[in-house]
């Protein structure tokens, strides 16, 4: 049965920071909705109810765009081993991009990521769990690391220029906020 608590207590941060995998949801007022998931060491319990993750260059950059104009965020984890669980974590986020006031303290809670672009903060407004037995269960085999070795080939200015090409509006051509982007 599904719980609602106001906060992540020690037994859900021990969960959350056992997972190889999480899921972004975010929406903005008109558009479409996504959902991404997320591997790497890149997410950080900051309390229990602010939680950080480190957002690396990729294909695409629609939960930027989406907090532009809707904060809302749900994190959402999946027990693939052990007991069975679902944990989603409800609030409001913002980003901080690369070279804002701010980065330099909040990149230092990740190990170094080849082009980490932003930090998410989300504070939790609602934490709720539920049964997750539907969830298979799966076996981790490994981490992919084709991300970060794209990322570590690329001199700055190509991490820039393929940031301009690809990142700087949603699929929906709402912009993104990345600084050096036409749209900031």
Partial sequence: MAKQLP???????????????????TA????????????????????????????VTGSGNETAAHLRLSPRMTL???????????LRL????????????????????????????????????????????????LELTGDRDDLNAWAARQTPEQLSSYRQRKNQRSIDRFPTGLRGTVDT
């Avoid at 906060?7 to 949801?25: K, N, S, T, Y």
């Avoid at 558009?31 to 229990?48: A, E, F, I, T, Y």
Wanted: proline share 9%.
């Fill in 28 to 55: 903005a007022p008109d558009g479409r909705v996504n959902v991404s998931p997320k591997g790497m060491d890149c997410l950080r319990v900051l309390g229990p109810n602010r939680v950080a993750w480190l957002n």
């Fill in 90 to 137: 409800y609030g409001q986020a913002r980003a901080v991009h690369a070279g804002e006031p701010g980065w330099d303290d909040w990149v230092a809670l990740f190990p170094p990521l080849p082009g980490a672009r932003q930090v998410f903060i989300l504070d939790v407004d609602l934490v709720q769990t539920s049964c997750g037995m539907a969830v298979p269960l």
């Fill in 76 to 86: 959402m984890f999946c027990a693939v081993q052990g007991p069975p669980l679902i």
């Fill in 7 to 25: 906060g992540i207590g020690d037994h859900l941060r021990a969960f959350i920071e056992a997972q190889h995998l999480f899921f972004v949801g």
